[in-house]
């Protein structure tokens, strides 16, 4: 299989090197080159634009930061629907609002293209592995068409409904998980002074009704975090998830719902970013309230 990815961050980086590593041929393109370097050192073509990315793919797979640039990766210079993109398929996986993946849709395929929207839930360790978990949406022959490339990555496909289903999916998944980053925090502030070693602490936290499935995956980096050691690479950053956690609430208002647990969320997130957490990973923001944000004077 030929597969095209536009963008390479974390999530596209990631996910090209899974494709390498099982043998199909990972043409890319990133708005920075530098970046995508590491991809080509491991075997993938470069392309100059994004319509350079299309030509000879079986699909292209599109994941970017957000409504601007995924539009610019589409529409702008170069872009994606700007060449010869009549019967391609594309396979769009960014964290944008719903309306967003309908705007895209209706353009995409008014030149003749077919897209798929299918973010994704997980980080760059399950995207590695091939366990990511797809929220499908659009047509059914057309994500039937992209099932062997989502079957690659994913350890499960969702086909949820109409175009901007997939984006509404995955906004309530993470929801929770937003929340819950806080949430522990929180908690581990009523047991701090026990002094318990943070190894052990996750594992009792991880047993028990206060432990998501987050805590089977993520609770050993947590337990480093919470040691002062070095926890690898970032996996998941401040600011992006303060950009979904944005985008929720817009979601929600567009619905007419109130959400003042994830509004109040945004506001700490904030502060995090505030005290210089922008780039950090995830595992930082429950360390960061312990240990100063969370102490009243």
């Not at 634009?49 to 299309?54: K, L, Q, S």
């Not at 490339?149 to 929770?176: D, F, Q, T, Y």
Request: proline share 6%; charged share 20%.
């Amino acid at each position: 299989m030929h597969v095209g990815i536009a963008g390479t961050g974390k999530m596209g980086s990631a996910i090209a090197r899974r494709l390498l590593s099982l043998g199909h041929q990972v043409t890319v393109w990133n708005r920075t080159p530098e970046r995508a370097r590491p991809l080509i050192d491991e075997g993938a073509q470069w392309a100059a634009t994004p319509a350079a990315v299309v030509p000879g793919t079986d699909a292209v797979i599109t994941i970017v930061t957000d409504a601007k640039a995924l539009h610019d990766v589409y529409f702008g210079p170069g872009g994606l629907a700007t060449g010869d993109a009549k019967g391609r398929l594309f396979v769009e996986m960014s964290t944008v609002p719903a309306e967003t993946q309908r705007e895209m849709a209706a353009r995409v395929k008014a030149a003749g293209a077919l897209y798929v929207e299918c973010p994704v839930g997980g980080t760059t360790g399950p995207a590695a592995q091939g366990k990511l978990f797809g929220f499908a949406a659009g047509d059914a022959p057309d994500i039937e068409r992209a099932r062997d490339l989502l079957s690659l990555l994913c350890r499960r496909v969702e086909h949820v409904g109409p175009i901007g289903a997939g984006a509404m999916m995955k906004l309530a998944v993470n929801l929770p998980l937003m929340v819950y980053w806080q949430a522990l925090g929180e908690a581990l502030s009523l047991i701090e002074p026990l002094g318990l070693d943070p190894s052990r602490v996750m594992d009792i936290i991880g047993d028990t009704s206060g432990g998501p499935n987050l805590l089977k995956v993520r609770g050993g980096a947590i337990a480093q975090a919470l040691a002062g050691q070095d926890t690898g690479p970032v996996s998941f950053d401040l600011a992006s998830m303060r950009k979904d956690v944005r985008t929720m609430i817009d979601q929600g208002a567009s619905q007419h719902y109130r959400m003042p647990l994830t509004e109040q969320t945004l506001r700490i997130f904030d502060d995090a970013i505030g005290a210089g957490l922008k780039d950090a990973d995830c595992t930082q923001l429950p360390v960061w309230w312990l240990r100063k944000a969370g102490k009243s004077s």
